[in-house]
């Protein structure tokens, strides 16, 4: 017990704490501007960011990942406050949060062994190009002052750990850039001009809406897709971090964990949540590696609203902008594109399909899913190819199949054979194949019906267990429309 303990949460405490540090300094522009994005107060997401970051410390699957409000959450939630307010907003994350927890307890995680290696890696880069490309937003408007402060932010960035690596570069170019900035009373951007912060404590909050059925079909629909983003998110940058760290997650306790950290962020005023890719590279980037890591990201984002506000709103965001850009470029899988020549083409087809999408929609999920589906029909374009070879005896002639026995070979098998100009006996081998579903029954049963029909007979040999047993709750009569 005590060295589990010891391995989840203090097992790296000095870049632990510096690392959670770090973060929550580029927690708050992201939290407010996604506030803004939802069309809520700016500390309707930095209360959200708090809750989550701290309570999915004790109850996710993946230690060192960031969970927090986040744009993909915040664009689904605009039209839920437009029409019916804020309050429908706090009962629709509690319930984003149950069926998370539902979800996690069906073992949705096990999905994720689903999503292909090229999804992963256009998921991965296409985040990387959304990163970057929201930090342009930034640059509008802006002197070269601006410029020059995300140069220094970069240089410092890219340099100081080639001094040291005891304090995370990202923290020391936050600091140091913000000093410049206060201290030359430099005219740019800063947190202070994305949304007013207020240095109140999260109080738990009952949403004040009615307890009716009225109410659940109004927020069930948001609550379903809620649910469905903040999960895909979250669980897709789990593996990600498996990836970077040579570590592995639990995705079904990530999954729970979500959910109950998601309850408790809709009684405490906050917006749904989810993981946060880009915070959580910047954590694995600057150090962290355990729970306390992601406990320090929402205690210190806490203490940063409530006793350093009036140093907060002074940061320029020339610094975080740099950081984010830094995180962008780490991000992005550079070695996918050297090899892109080299992997099969539907393959690059795919990854290129998800970056493409997920860059036009803005939508880190509908990209996956896409991806998802392209991967399917390309594997079930490879798998459907039936083969026979045919050698005839003195008892008849037999058919010996191989390749696989589903809805997208039928077509093609029931076409194998040369019913008219067959002997008597047909002997059908399935020994180098298998039946998968009702269409690979109904396939042998049309070309059983097809012999029968000629006064022939034929005789069936080779069936695995599985294959025999799905044949025989089927059953080999002819399917209608024969």
């Known amino acids: 017990m005590q060295q589990k303990l010891k391995m989840d949460w203090f097992s790296n405490v000095r ?26 107060s700016p500390m309707v997401g930095l209360y959200a960011s708090f809750c989550m970051a701290v309570i999915i410390a004790f109850t996710g699957g993946r ?6 409000a986040t744009g993909a959450m915040a664009l689904l939630v605009g039209s839920l406050i437009r029409d019916h307010g804020v309050e429908y907003l706090f009962a629709a994350t509690i319930l984003t949060g149950v069926i998370q927890v539902i979800l996690g307890v069906l073992k949705v995680g096990k999905l994720m062994s689903f999503v292909p290696h090229s999804v992963m890696t256009g998921f991965v880069n ?16 802006q002197g070269w002052i601006m410029y020059a402060l995300v140069a220094l932010t970069l240089v410092i960035v890219y340099v100081f750990p080639r001094i040291t690596k005891a304090v995370p570069a990202a923290l020391v170019a936050i600091i140091a850039v913000s000093i410049l900035s206060i201290s030359l009373g430099l005219q740019v951007n800063t947190v202070g001009d994305m949304g007013t912060i207020t240095s109140g404590f999260p109080l738990f909050h009952v949403p004040q809406v009615l307890m009716t059925w009225e109410t659940l079909t109004i927020i069930l629909p948001y609550s379903l897709s809620l649910a469905a983003v903040g999960l895909l998110e979250s669980l897709m940058t789990a593996a990600m971090l498996d990836d970077l760290t040579n570590s592995k997650s639990d995705k079904n306790r990530e999954a729970r964990g979500q959910g109950i950290a998601n309850i ?9 949540s989810c993981a946060m890719i880009g915070q959580s590279m910047i954590n694995v980037k600057s150090g962290g590696r355990t729970r306390l890591s992601t406990l320090v990201s929402g205690v210190f984002l806490l203490f940063l609203i409530m006793v350093l506000g ?11 902008v740099g950081v984010m850009i830094m995180v962008a470029i780490s991000t992005f899988d550079w070695s996918s594109l050297r090899s892109l020549h080299k992997i099969p083409f539907s393959d690059a087809l795919v990854m290129v399909v998800t970056v493409v999408t997920v860059v036009a929609t803005h939508n880190l999920s509908i990209g996956v899913l896409v991806g998802v589906v392209l991967s399917a029909v390309s594997f079930a374009w490879k798998i459907a190819k039936i083969r026979t070879t045919t050698h005839e005896t003195t008892d008849g002639k037999t058919y010996a199949v191989s390749g696989q026995m589903f809805f997208g070979t039928m077509d093609h098998f029931v076409e194998q054979f040369n019913y008219d100009k067959d002997p008597q006996t047909v002997t059908i081998d399935f020994s180098h194949t298998h039946v998968w579903d009702q269409s690979a029954v109904n396939g042998i049963a049309k070309v059983i019906a097809k012999y029968q029909e000629l006064d022939k007979k034929v005789e069936i040999l080779g069936l695995n267990e599985e294959s025999l047993k799905i044949v025989e709750r089927v059953g080999l009569s002819a399917p209608s429309g024969h």
């Open 126 to 141: 296409a985040l990387a190009i959304l990163i970057f490309i929201s930090q342009l937003d930034h640059f509008v408007g």
């Open 63 to 68: 230690k060192g990942m960031i969970s927090a």
């Open 310 to 320: 009036t140093f907060v709103k002074q940061i320029p965001m020339a610094a975080l």
């Open 15 to 40: 870049g632990d704490v510096l690392s959670g540090m770090t973060v929550a300094f580029a927690l708050i522009p992201e939290a407010i501007a996604f506030s803004i994005i939802a069309g809520v």
């Open 264 to 272: 408790v962020v809709g009684f405490f005023g906050g917006m749904a």
